[in-house]
């Protein structure tokens, strides 16, 4: 079933043109990634539809209705949350209360302390480190620890589609494989639809069932996560291999 | 009356007034933080609150307490309304044009004040007779009891809100990241015009409990508002514990220069200290950098 699709979309900065007829989208219960180099329009794409950055033409459908025309809270409670860029924790407040600000739309709802703890729980199981220090504040975690909150605050809206932006930036391989496989667990236990931005191609194209690949504000490929880990041109520019190894193949 | 007697009862009024200012700071506190903008009108509820009282007590013969929530309930509106008249349409303008236009309404609000209420000054009943207290050998009147116990009441309460309830955390999250607060579904907007209600609800408060004792006019918003302005600096812009002691320091010196020196040094105080932190310790006497901002 087909739970976000974004047709021909258009995305300016002022006079910067950033997102150019960009369409995509994603099926219930996928991991999709999307590749680019740097300014290619990545984080671009996730806030037009969050509707941080509004869209200027195109259309964005989610489970079939139009969402491009909505507010960023009201993004949120149809069950799209995004993890920024560089995670953007609130740092001088503690763990625990950057989670509970996760479900503020529930809360807003008067969804009852029970379930919203239930919830709490659930991310402290998936991030046992969190629970370890719910009471400190979130400006004193480690990078890693950090990246686990902006995720957990995220989860604690229940989304049905989570946006990552780069979650592995600037951490050690072992720290990104625990934040992936906590992703891989997501999909799996909850049903989560993920839409992972990443510069790190490899990992999140083992991760993922398809990906689409961005260059300077356009789709440049669509094809599965398999075919694009063989594909010699995404090997070339995002893969890191020499032109020599790939021909010796 | 000896020299300790007297030292005790400056310090025990200036406490009193300085209760007042440490409110009115916290109200720029609270809006700076949630916005990043110093609100130069924040004196100017400060006279609603007195003004309304007046108004609903001597003009419409409602009963004081009722007359007073009643004043409350109206300036924290102004509040409101200034924010979506003035502010809001503005968003995108830069630090000095939010200091003009938070000037500029001032004055706006100020002269409507005059226009309505005209140029005399007013007098509040005090809350609960006149009858001196002594204490460590000064003597106060209930009405400064009635300020010490209302603002500590205000001051735990807000500390209970910021503190331990889903606003008041959201609250907090726009004043460090706006941008992820509306990430997690926090509507920025009505934040911020939550603590123009706020700001504008305590400043009134404020001028409402000492309305007793100093009387009240159109014109009363500019001194108390750079008094409570001064407090909030001494703090660093603090919304807890900083803007509170700044704005009591503030007021026990002020007692003590007038006091001692001249009645006319009184307000000469406020703007030494102002000048001084603004030069030595811009960050304010007790901020120990970012994270002590809550
Ligand atoms: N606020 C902004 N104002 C003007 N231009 C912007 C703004 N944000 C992004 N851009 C431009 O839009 C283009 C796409 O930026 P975007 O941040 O989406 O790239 P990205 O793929 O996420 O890059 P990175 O990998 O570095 O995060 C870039 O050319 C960038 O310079
Ligand atoms: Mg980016």
């Known amino acids: ?249 | 009356m000896d020299f300790s007697q007297q030292i005790s009862q400056y310090i025990l009024s200036g406490l009193a007034t300085g209760a007042i200012y440490a409110l009115i700071g916290l109200g720029f506190a609270i809006i700076y933080n949630s916005t990043g903008i110093i609100n130069f009108a924040q004196g100017e509820f400060v006279m609603l609150g007195g003004m309304f009282g007046v108004y609903f007590h001597t003009v419409h013969n409602f009963n004081l307490a009722v007359a007073l929530l009643l004043a409350i309930l109206f300036a924290a509106v102004s509040g409101v309304l200034f924010e979506r008249l003035a502010i809001r349409p503005l968003r995108r303008a830069t630090p000095l044009g939010l200091v003009i236009i938070t000037i500029g309404g001032s004055i706006l609000v100020r002269g409507l004040a005059m226009l309505v209420w005209g140029k005399d000054t007013h007098a509040l009943p005090t809350f609960s007779g006149d009858e001196p207290l002594s204490l460590a050998g000064a003597t106060l009147l209930p009405q400064h009891m009635w300020i010490f116990a209302l603002t500590v009441l205000l001051i735990v309460l807000s500390k209970l809100f910021f503190q331990f309830t889903i606003t008041g955390k959201a609250l907090r999250a726009c004043a460090v990241n706006q941008r992820a607060a509306g990430l997690v579904g926090i509507d920025v907007r009505r934040m911020v015009m939550f603590s123009f209600l706020l700001a504008s609800g305590m400043g009134a408060l404020a001028g409402i409990i000492i309305a007793p004792l100093t009387m009240t006019s159109y014109d009363v918003g500019i001194m108390l508002g750079l008094k409570g302005f001064c407090a909030a600096i001494i703090g660093g812009m603090s919304n807890g514990l900083g803007t509170v002691l700044g704005g009591l320091i503030l007021g026990v010196l002020e007692a003590l220069g007038a006091g001692l020196i001249s009645s006319g040094y009184k307000d000469a105080v406020t703007f030494i200290i102002l000048l001084l932190i603004l030069f030595l310790r811009p960050q304010g006497l007790f901020s120990r950098g970012e994270s002590e901002r809550v």
């Open chain 1, 1 to 249: 079933m087909e739970m976000l699709k974004v047709k021909h979309i258009n995305t300016y900065y002022g006079q910067v043109h950033a997102l150019k007829n960009v369409s995509l989208h994603l099926n219930q219960g996928e991991i999709v990634t999307l590749i680019g180099a740097n300014g290619a329009g990545k984080t671009t794409i996730l806030n037009s539809l969050s509707a941080v950055t509004p869209i200027r033409s195109g259309e964005i459908l989610f489970e079939g209705n139009p969402i491009h025309a909505l507010s960023p809270e009201k993004i949120v409670d149809l069950g799209i949350s995004q993890v920024p860029e560089g995670r953007q924790v609130f740092k001088p407040l503690t763990v625990e209360d950057n989670l509970e600000l996760g479900a503020y739309l529930r809360y807003r709802r008067r969804e009852g302390r029970a379930r919203i703890r239930a919830s709490l729980d659930e991310i402290y199981r998936l991030f046992p480190r969190l629970l370890e220090r719910r009471r400190q504040l979130a400006g004193t975690l480690s990078g890693g620890e950090q990246q686990m909150l902006a995720i957990g605050r995220a989860l604690m809206a229940r989304p049905k589609l989570l946006l990552l932006d780069e979650p592995s930036m600037g951490l050690a391989p072992l720290v990104v494989q625990e934040i992936f496989s906590v992703i891989a667990t997501l999909t799996r236990e909850l049903g989560t639809t993920v839409l992972l931005v990443e510069q790190n191609a490899k990992a999140a194209l083992k991760l993922a069932d398809r990906g689409y690949v961005l260059e300077t504000g356009k789709v440049i490929i669509e094809e599965s996560a398999g075919d694009l880990l063989e594909n010699r041109e995404v090997q070339r520019a995002y893969l890191g291999k020499e032109k020599k190894e790939i021909w010796e193949r």
